[in-house]
């Protein structure tokens, strides 16, 4: 099978409510466009340690949410809620790393993981920070939850997180989503924020023009 000649990596974030809002448009571009791209998703923590998180009481929150995440949402028909809590989102990064990994014994695996921890989050203020909360999660998908328990206690998958952040950082991108175009491994651009479909779409006509 011939390797795509576009991708398409999306730098995000568990705790960020635009991300979770643009997947399903990654979805349609994905299906548009088929073999012609690969997306990756990258991990990008927003608040890492020692940076405080967020009140999830405070105005600040609220005011984003009223101004340009419940209208989003209801543009592209998500149900999202103002999440009771603000964690940090490391030890999800990493169970969704974990998850990758398990693509073998179980197909579909990385997917359902991330749709799980953003709907998770976003539904029903799910604490990623919390290991046995990601393990309940993974035992809902049918995966091994005592092996993702031992994996977030040793930190396996936490230089590979890091090694994303590095990249955003090398990258300029300062907030989530970034969505960096590369074709035939070479930079071909970065879009910040969550982009209307037509937009990814036309990102990738130009890029598709260029190659053939």
């Known amino acids: 099978m011939t390797r ?26 994905a299906q548009r466009f088929g073999g012609e791209v690969a997306i990756r998703w990258r991990a990008f923590e927003l608040r890492p340690e020692p940076e405080p998180t967020l009140d999830p009481d405070g105005d600040y929150l609220h005011d ?16 999202l809620r103002l999440p009771r809590l603000q964690p940090r989102s490391r030890l999800a990064h990493e169970t969704a790393a974990w998850a990758e990994t398990q693509e073998t014994a179980r197909p579909g695996a990385t997917g359902a993981m991330r749709s799980a921890l953003f709907r ?21 998908l ?25 990249t955003a950082r090398e990258l300029g991108i300062g907030g989530v989503p970034g969505l960096r ?14 982009q209307p479909r037509r937009q990814l779409f036309l990102a990738m006509e130009r890029l598709l023009d260029a190659i053939r």
């Open 120 to 140: 998770g989050f976003f539904e029903e203020s799910l604490d990623l920070a919390d290991p046995e909360a990601l393990v309940r999660v993974a035992q809902r």
């Open 64 to 79: 984003v949410w009223q101004r340009a995440v419940y209208p989003m949402a209801a543009e592209r028909g998500m149900t």
């Open 4 to 29: 795509p000649r576009i991708t398409l990596d999306v730098f995000s974030d568990y705790v960020c409510p635009f991300c979770y809002l643009e997947a399903p448009e990654l979805d349609a571009l």
């Open 142 to 166: 049918d995966l091994d939850g005592q092996a993702l328990r031992r994996t977030l206690a040793q930190g396996d998958f936490r230089s590979q997180v890091e090694a994303d952040q590095q």
């Open 181 to 194: 175009f590369s074709l035939d491994g070479e930079h071909a651009g970065v879009l910040e924020g969550a």
